[in-house]
Nanobody, 124 residues
């Protein structure tokens, strides 16, 4: 059974920095992050392919968030800078085996493996 274990997140003031990590129990082609606010749909944040060469960001986080990957450790990171109150959400790590990454990277329904989520709260 594939497991994704997340760590990091927490509470920070506006403009602050937080980091999320997610380690998979096996090597998976695509890894990414989504976030969800209660009562709203899950929203794409960032995704990265196995090599680390193909990266996508949501427009709302471009220039502030950085996704990275440690292939040897089956781990993906999300560094979040210049945080805003609207970044407050539960952040979920997602992963999938499919190599057709470019066609599904922002579609949460295409990812088969999920972490339990980490709370990120940005206070103003």
């Amino acid at each position: 059974q594939v497991q994704l274990v997340e760590s990091g997140g927490g509470l920070v003031q506006v403009g602050g920095t937080l980091r999320l990590s997610c380690t998979a129990s096996i090597s998976l082609y695509a890894m990414g992050w989504f976030r969800q606010v209660p009562g709203q749909e899950r929203q794409f944040v960032a995704a990265i392919d196995w090599s680390g060469d193909i990266i996508y960001y949501a427009d709302s986080v471009k220039g502030r968030f950085t996704i990275g990957r440690d292939i040897a450790e089956n781990t993906v990171y999300l560094s979040m800078n210049s945080l805003k109150p609207e970044d407050t959400a539960v952040y979920y790590c997602a992963a999938d085996r499919s190599v057709f990454f470019k066609s599904y990277y922002s579609d949460d329904k295409k990812y088969n493996y999920w972490g339990l989520g980490r709370q990120v709260t940005v206070s103003s």
